[in-house]
C-alpha cells in the first residue's frame, strides 16, 4: 500500500522546521539539540533505546544517532546517512531568520536546508513510512544522523567507522549528492554521485635573499612565490585524466542525448579533445570540465614577512588540490611542481583518499531506473563530486555509497549557489517529487517480497 504522500510531504517540511531551528553550526559544533529532536521524533514512533536506536558521543555536545529496521538478515543492511551539522552563517546578509525554519512562498527557509538537514528529513520519513507500513524486509535498514560532516568527520563518520562498525556496518549506503535537477541549457541533468574527488593541502613554499626593503633585488621570496603562482594560472589546469567515472558519466549521458550533442559527449572519452575543450569553454562549464578530469590546484592563503620594510627570506601559500580517483598526493606534487617550476618546495599539509564505486551495481541500477521515472526526459548519469563528502570514511568499513537525494527542482532554482550560501532554501514541490523515488528504491531494495 502506498504510503499518502501529501500528508508525509507536509510531516517532513514539519520536521525539517523543527531541525533548521536546532542550530547545529560547525565549527564550532554542537549537535545535540538536532539529535534530541530525531530521538522525540522516534520514541513517538514507539521507537525505543538501545533495542530500536542508539546514541553515541565522540564529544561533550557532539552525538550521533542510529536507528535500524531490522529485517530476515538474508542480505546484508542499506545505510541512510545524512548530516545534521551545517556551516555557519553571516546573519546579516539573509532575508530571513537563518535559523527560523520559515515556510515562504512554498519553501522551507533555513540554513541546512540544502545541505542535508532537508536530505536527512526525507531519509527519516521514508524509515517511518517503512516502519507504519510494517514492511518485510530482506535486509536491515540503518538511519544514521551524524555530526560533523561539515569540519572533516572526527566527530561523526570516522568516529562511527572507527569505535562504532557494528552500528553502521552495512552493504550498500546512501548519502547527499545527486538525482536532483542540474539544468544544462535546456537538458535537465540527474546525476547521481558514484565517486569523489580526494583531498590534498599542499604549503607551497619559497626562499630568498633578506634585506631591507630600501635596497629591492630580484631574489625576493615574496617575487619568486607570485611568479609560481601565476605559472599555475596561466597553465590553465594540470593534465587531463580521463576516469572511469567520468568515460562512464558521458557514455550514459550520450545515449540519452540528442544528434550532435551525443557525438559531442562521445568524444570528451578522448583526453586531446577534453583539452581542447578547456581552451575554448568559459565560465561554468569550463570549470566543472576541469574539475571532473584534472587534478586540481586552487591557491587560497598567502603569507610572508613579519615587517613592512624588511624583505622577508621565505614565503609560503596554502594550494587546495582535489585530486581524481586513482591519482596519488605524489602525483598531484610533481604535476604542480612541472608547471610552478624549481623555485618551489611543497609541504603536504592533509589528505583525504576520494573514493569511486561501481556504476554496475544493482542498487546503482534501480537508482538509475527509479530516477528516470522522477523525469522521463530528464538525462540521468553517473557523477563525480568534485568536493567531499564522508562517502570516502563509510568506503574504508567496506560500504558502497552513493549520492542519492532525489527530486525535481522548479526551473530557474539556484541550487548550486544557495547549499553554504545566502537565503538558503528548499521548495516543498522538491520534497514531494521525491519522496515517491526514495519510498521506491528502498522497498525494491529492502523489502522480502
Not at 547545529?24 to 533505546?49: Q, Y
Not at 546525476?191 to 604549503?203: C, D, N, R, S, Y
Request: aromatic share 6%; proline share 8%.
Amino acid at each position: 500500500m502506498q504510503p499518502n504522500w501529501a500528508e508525509a510531504t507536509q510531516e517532513t517540511v514539519k520536521h525539517l522546521s523543527r531541525l533548521i531551528q536546532a542550530e547545529t553550526m560547525n565549527p564550532p559544533g554542537n549537535e545535540l539539540p538536532a539529535i534530541l529532536m530525531i530521538k522525540d521524533i522516534l520514541e513517538r514512533e514507539g521507537l525505543h533505546s538501545p533495542g530500536d536506536f542508539v546514541i553515541v558521543e565522540s564529544a561533550p555536545q557532539r552525538v550521533n544517532l542510529i536507528a535500524r529496521l531490522r529485517g530476515d538478515g538474508s542480505q546484508r543492511p542499506l545505510l541512510l546517512s545524512g548530516h545534521v551539522d551545517v556551516v555557519p552563517v553571516e546573519r546579516e546578509k539573509w532575508s530571513r531568520n537563518p535559523f527560523g525554519g520559515e515556510v515562504i512562498n512554498g519553501e522551507v527557509w533555513g540554513r541546512g536546508a540544502l545541505d542535508m538537514k532537508g536530505f536527512l528529513a526525507m531519509y527519516l520519513q521514508i524509515f517511518l513510512q517503512v516502519r507504519r507500513a510494517n514492511l518485510p524486509l530482506k535486509r536491515d535498514l540503518i538511519l544514521a544522523a551524524i555530526a560533523d560532516e561539515e569540519a572533516g568527520f572526527d566527530h561523526g563518520s570516522k568516529f562511527l567507522v572507527s569505535q562504532h562498525r557494528e552500528l553502521i556496518s552495512a552493504e550498500y549506503g546512501l548519502t547527499e549528492g545527486g538525482a536532483f535537477t542540474i539544468p544544462m541549457g535546456k537538458l535537465r541533468i540527474y546525476a547521481i554521485q558514484v565517486a569523489e574527488k580526494g583531498v590534498t593541502w599542499l604549503k607551497m613554499v619559497t626562499k630568498g635573499k633578506p634585506g631591507h626593503a630600501s635596497l629591492p633585488h630580484e631574489d625576493n621570496a615574496v617575487f619568486h612565490l607570485a611568479q609560481a603562482i601565476e605559472k599555475i594560472r596561466c597553465a590553465g589546469h594540470l593534465p587531463v585524466h580521463i576516469t572511469p567515472t567520468f568515460r562512464a558519466m558521458v557514455s550514459k549521458a550520450a545515449t540519452q542525448a540528442k544528434f550532435p550533442v551525443s557525438i559531442f559527449l562521445r568524444g570528451l572519452s578522448v583526453p586531446w579533445i577534453v583539452s581542447l575543450c578547456l581552451k575554448f569553454l568559459k565560465g561554468y562549464p569550463k570549470t566543472l570540465l576541469t574539475a571532473l578530469t584534472t587534478n586540481t590546484c586552487t591557491p587560497t592563503l598567502l603569507h610572508a614577512g613579519q615587517k613592512t620594510n624588511v624583505i622577508p627570506a621565505e614565503a609560503f601559500a596554502h594550494i587546495d588540490c582535489r585530486r581524481l580517483p586513482g591519482q596519488s598526493p605524489e602525483d598531484v606534487m610533481r604535476e604542480v611542481l612541472a608547471i610552478a617550476g624549481n623555485r618551489i618546495s611543497l609541504e603536504p599539509l592533509d589528505t583525504s583518499p576520494g573514493a569511486a564505486f561501481p556504476t554496475d551495481s544493482p542498487l546503482y541500477r534501480l537508482l538509475e531506473e527509479e530516477t528516470h521515472k522522477l523525469d522521463p526526459q530528464g538525462i540521468v548519469i553517473p557523477m563525480m563530486m568534485p568536493g567531499a563528502t564522508d562517502a570516502c570514511v563509510y568506503r574504508e568499513a567496506g560500504i558502497t555509497m552513493y549520492g542519492f537525494t532525489p527530486g525535481r527542482l522548479p526551473e530557474g532554482f539556484p541550487v548550486l549557489s544557495l547549499a553554504h550560501g545566502h537565503d538558503e532554501r528548499l521548495p516543498i514541490s522538491f520534497i514531494e517529487s521525491g519522496l515517491p523515488v526514495l519510498w521506491e528504491v528502498v522497498r525494491k531494495f529492502c523489502a522480502a517480497l
